[in-house]
């Protein structure tokens, strides 16, 4: 009996496994960058236009329906802006907030199609230093927006 540990001759290098793995980083980032691309864009009109108006709110907007499978839930066009703490408090000064919404609800209808949304949600947030954030939210529908904007 022979006690020889059988040789590969053929192995996988490492500078394969290198490109390989760089490979697969690349693609991942591709599809990471497509995905952002994709959901952003139908929103970036209404994004650039409330950072114009407002530079320090950081704004985000999404749209959708919650369990789009279901026909119980409303397609929904949410507003996220910052308030700088300088400016007001959003939780104890709900007319301001009132006003705030109201200008955001304004850009929304004048740069976004808000045909194809049944609800306008404006959520105000502000950041607390060593504490928790302020919230006020106010939800309504397209056509109650409407008589409050003329």
Known sequence: MSDEIPQHTKSNSGRWTVVAMFG???TMI?????????YTAPFRELQ??????????SPRVVGGQHKSHKEDFPKILRVVVYVP???FNPEKEVEKSESRAADLARLA???QDVGEYEQLDIVLLQKV?????????TSKSIEEWKPILQ
């Open 129 to 137: 230093p060593e504490g928790s954030r302020r919230r006020w939210t």
């Open 24 to 26: 697969f980083a690349f």
């Open 85 to 87: 703490q300088k400016e």
């Open 48 to 57: 650039y236009a409330i950072a114009d108006e407002y530079p320090e709110s």
């Open 30 to 38: 591709g599809l990471l960058f497509a995905y952002w691309e994709f």
């Open 109 to 111: 209808f004048k740069h």
